[in-house]
């Protein structure tokens, strides 16, 4: 029954809410073994054996938010905050576009000090620099008009995380904030033609299979560009500390069945996926993932962003990710691609608009 299911998901890249329960359900080692194989071939049409390459600078740990499973949420006074400068960050767009980085993801907590005039100004000083480089955001929850604002100075996507679909479970994590608002912004995001980014946490506390498929469909319904998907693990300094994070396992049966479902999604094999096992990330590779997000934040701050204990490139190491992250996905048996990585089914929808600074062309520059 379970291989017909994922034959099904194969063929048609879709399911009832039903059938993904029973798979989530009745998953062994042999069907599991079945789906990365049918996931893997789903990518291997779509993007070949590719994996896109991301520079992550994250330029600020301020956060006025409360998730209750981040090492740097606003209550816990424990973490050393830092902001990046506008020349700190223009810094890493060039040190990474000399490493072939050409997407650069800004990301940070949600700090107001980064109003929209500052984010318009980093936005069109880094498009002006490096015209063929996208710039995606992950910033948080902002209002229409702000996101609208940077999407015409230039960025290109924005990752935001629904974190979870089911409602009561993103209260018990999301104290004060709308799960509507949330959701809301992703749609806001979508129709001002930012390519986007939703995904969620594995193995939440409380968390059951139902919970997933509600996030496998509304990611689905939502057809977004990116989906980022990584387990949860507890930090030291929040109220979750003694909880147990989501596994290997999971996570890469969530990557496998996304890719099933959105033959064209854009999936990061996650850095929080290679802190809870030295080969998670190539695991995740393996399952259906095709980017990667190394660090290109300066070595001094990078671990002080701490969303979760025993996060990777964070030490002497750190400097090295670019290399070290070849070689692993060489060492898998994929490819490093170093263009900029639109999606597939963007490109060829040509909604590319020239009146913001998107400047490459749609034949040459994939
Ligand atoms: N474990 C795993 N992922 C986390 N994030 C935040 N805190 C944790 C944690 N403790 C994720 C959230 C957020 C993204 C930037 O990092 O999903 O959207
Ligand atoms: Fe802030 Fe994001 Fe952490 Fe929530 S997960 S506290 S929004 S940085
Ligand atoms: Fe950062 Fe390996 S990718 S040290």
């Not at 996931?39 to 409360?66: D, P, Q, W």
């Not at 498009?127 to 992950?138: C, E, Q, V």
Request: proline share 3%; charged share 30%.
């Amino acid at each position: 029954m379970i291989k017909k299911y994922i034959n099904k998901l194969y063929e048609t890249n879709n399911t009832t809410d039903e059938e993904l329960l029973y798979i989530l359900d009745n998953l062994d080692v042999d069907s599991k073994e079945y789906l990365v194989e049918k996931s893997h071939a789903t990518r291997m049409r779509t993007y070949g054996n590719k994996v896109y390459m991301r520079g992550l600078i994250e330029f600020t740990n301020y956060c006025v938010k409360n998730c209750e499973y981040c090492g740097i949420r606003v209550s816990n006074k424990k973490a050393d905050r830092y902001r990046l400068t506008i020349e700190d960050i223009i810094d890493c767009a060039d040190i990474g576009d000399r490493l072939g980085y050409k997407t650069y993801v800004l990301q940070g907590g949600e700090d107001p000090f980064f109003t929209d005039e500052i984010m318009v100004e980093i936005i069109t000083k880094i498009k002006d620099k490096y015209p063929n480089n996208a710039i995606t955001l992950s910033l948080g929850e902002r209002s229409y008009e702000s996101y609208e604002k940077m999407f015409k100075a230039g960025a290109d996507r924005y990752l935001l995380r629904h974190e979870t679909a089911t409602k009561e479970l993103y209260e018990k994590f999301h104290p004060g904030a709308s799960f509507e608002n949330r959701r809301e912004c992703l749609w806001n995001l979508k129709k001002i033609g930012f390519q986007i980014g939703p995904g969620f946490m594995v193995g939440l506390p409380g968390q059951t299979n139902k919970d997933l498929v509600n996030d496998l469909r509304f990611v689905k319904d939502l057809e977004p560009q990116m989906c980022g998907i990584g387990p949860f693990i507890p930090h030291k300094d929040t109220n979750l500390a003694n909880e147990i994070g989501g596994s290997v396992d999971k996570t890469t049966t969530m990557l496998a069945l996304i890719r099933l479902m959105n033959p064209d999604v854009l999936l990061p094999s996650t850095t929080a996926l290679g802190s809870i096992d030295t080969q998670g990330r190539e695991k995740g590779i393996k399952a259906g993932g095709n980017v990667v997000m190394p660090n290109l934040s300066p070595t001094s701050v990078r671990e002080k962003y701490s969303l979760y204990d025993g996060k990777i490139c964070t030490g002497d190491e750190a400097a090295e990710c670019r290399l070290c992250i070849e070689n692993r996905i060489k060492g898998a048996g994929f490819e490093v691609e170093i263009t900029r990585g639109d999606n597939i089914a963007w490109q060829t929808k040509k909604v590319i608009k020239n009146d913001v600074k998107r400047t490459f062309t749609l034949e040459g520059d994939y």
